[in-house]
């Protein structure tokens, strides 16, 4: 008698995702009066803007600045450092020397983003890239003015890290056409994704980074798919976003444990993103968030924006 013994099979669990990378500034670094808050940063410049580092005054002498690669020296207690002419990305990397032997160095870095004027921009069109033309000033709010520069994009510059858990090409405008492309971007807005992206992973939610389905949009394209004119999106200051790691198939996680995968679980971020802002008492931060269910196009999303005044839409249900 022969006799046969099933094992059951072994099973490879999938992985688990990774989380974002919690990275704050280690020491207080300023660009033109701004904030750094993150190891790795960005900074939108004019060519010949005079780019202008600053720290607590005790800190100064122990800053290590060089811009791709030239040492910045210092003057009259502060680094200047005058944009080229010509666009690109120009990496500025910060070394706070320690104080005593058997500490630390600690580094942090800024991309310095030197942009192309919007003048150049001639019938609609930068170097072959339809951009279009912007709108009138919404309401005459300074935050709807049209961007000064647009932030030029290559093959080589396409991965290029921005903050601690988002790259650059995670914002460009999802029209076709080849390289080099052009987009508008704020800081503040990877502030508020970084940070809302932490406070994702600390409910438990694990994920790397956030799917930006939409960052970016020219005008042209704005009009293109028929949104609103003064959508944020063409400001640079708005992101359509959703979370895909578990399984990564293109849309929205479950994250609401229900065991589905619809509107719900973009209403559960929505709610995390509704009261964020004054949760953590970030004025600076504030803006729109909108909820959206799928389409035959695309599954749910969160829209989250830094437009200054407070702007809700969509949740569901209500």
């Known amino acids: 008698m022969l006799l046969v013994v099933l094992l059951p099979a072994f099973c490879h669990a999938a992985p688990s995702p990774a989380a974002a990378v919690h990275a704050p500034a280690p020491f207080p670094l300023t660009i033109n009066g701004r904030p750094l808050h993150y190891t790795i940063n960005f900074q939108p410049v004019m060519p010949g803007e005079d780019v202008v580092f600053g ?7 122990r800053l290590n600045i060089q811009v791709a690669g030239r040492k910045q020296v210092l003057v009259r207690d502060q680094f200047f450092w005058r ?35 919007a003048n150049r921009v001639s019938n609609g069109y930068l170097n072959g890239y339809r951009i279009g033309g912007y709108p009138p000033p919404l309401r005459d709010l ?13 093959a080589n510059t396409l991965h290029t890290p921005i903050s601690p858990n988002f790259t650059l090409g995670q914002f460009l405008c999802k029209q076709n056409g080849g390289y080099p492309k052009y987009l508008a ?34 005008p042209y394209y704005n009009r293109a798919i028929k949104n609103v004119p003064s959508s944020y999106h063409i400001y640079g200051g708005a992101a359509d976003i959703y979370i895909d790691v578990n399984p990564e198939d293109g849309v929205m996680d479950d994250i609401n444990r229900d065991g ?35 389409t035959h196009a695309h599954g749910p999303f969160i829209h989250i924006d830094v437009r200054g005044t407070p702007a809700r839409w969509g949740r569901w249900p209500p």
């Open 55 to 61: 720290s607590a005054g005790h800190l100064l002498p």
């Open 83 to 117: 944009a080229p002419a010509r666009a690109g990305v120009y990496t500025a990397v910060v070394h706070l020397e320690p104080a005593s032997d058997g500490q630390a160095r600690q580094t942090l870095e800024v991309q310095l983003l030197v942009m192309v004027p």
């Open 142 to 154: 300074s935050s709807y003015n049209a961007p000064k520069g647009f932030i030029e994009v290559t």
């Open 185 to 218: 971007l704020q800081p503040t807005l990877l502030n508020k994704l970084e940070e809302f992206l932490l406070e994702v992973n600390t409910r438990g939610v694990i994920t790397p980074s956030f799917v930006v389905m939409s960052g970016y949009r020219t």
């Open 260 to 294: 589905k995968f619809d509107r719900r679980d973009a209403a559960l971020l929505y709610d995390w993103a509704d009261s964020f802002d004054e949760r953590h008492n970030r004025p600076d931060l504030t803006g729109g968030v909108g909820e959206y269910d799928s």
